[in-house]
């Protein structure tokens, strides 16, 4: 069997090389992993439905004028993006009080922010992807100060968008992590993109009226039903056909 080459595999993806240079495949995995990869588990049709979720997202933030690295899906379980160089940087934006920060400084998780908190992390897995600030990122030279001044512009009109696009479907987005990358023209001009994905994997997505958790929280926590979470949001966003589950399980091995 021809294999394409893989250029890197990490906890939710694997990238392969692209049919023309300056494009990736990415491949959606069903593997789930929590606290910096201590804890490892399979939720099954995840990738399927990541690849679909992630594919919605970009295509209508690209229609409101947010570049992103996405061309097109593939397939059940692949998407052709453009490769960029990524910035090692983990931007979260928060709405609600949850997670590290209810943990960190003692809020109580649910507690609404008078304003959107955008926060920055350092991407490094043997470090914990500690969290560090504008000033560490420009004086290590992850990235300029323009950029990042870009990258939170973009980013908090990012969460302007997908709060009312899940607020629509009875949806509260209380918090996201977003990866950009530099993508170089033809005249080695850079541009700043949106990379990797946006899906129930990296938004922290609560029911508008019961407050469930609809995201990788309940493989966290253990709460259970985690498939149905994700097929939820799918089936929210209208992007799984009602009543056709099996399809959602897709092959392990298309490659
Ligand atoms: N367009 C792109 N070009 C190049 N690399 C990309 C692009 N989009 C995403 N990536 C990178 O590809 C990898 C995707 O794999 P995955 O999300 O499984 O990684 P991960 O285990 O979360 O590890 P990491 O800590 O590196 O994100 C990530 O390292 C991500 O930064
Ligand atoms: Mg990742």
Redesign the pocket.
Known sequence: MTRRKQ?????????FEGPEPGT?V?YF?DDA?AFN?QKRGTITGKGVINNRISEFLMTKLADIGIPT?FVRRLNMREQL??????IPI?VVIRNVVAGSLAQRLGIAEGTPLPRSIVEYYY???KLG?PMVSEEHITCFGWAATQDLDEIMQMSLRINDFLSGLFLGIGIRLIYFKL?F?RLYDEHDQMRL?L???ISPDNCRLWDVKTNEKLDKDRFRRDLGKVEEAYQEVARRLGILPEGAPGDVKGTATVQ
């Open positions: 250029v890197y595999e990490g906890k939710a993806k694997v990238m990736l990415q995995k992993t990869a690295h993006v453009r490769q960029v160089e990524i983990e991407k490094n897995d992807d990866e990358g993109v990379a990797d994905e």
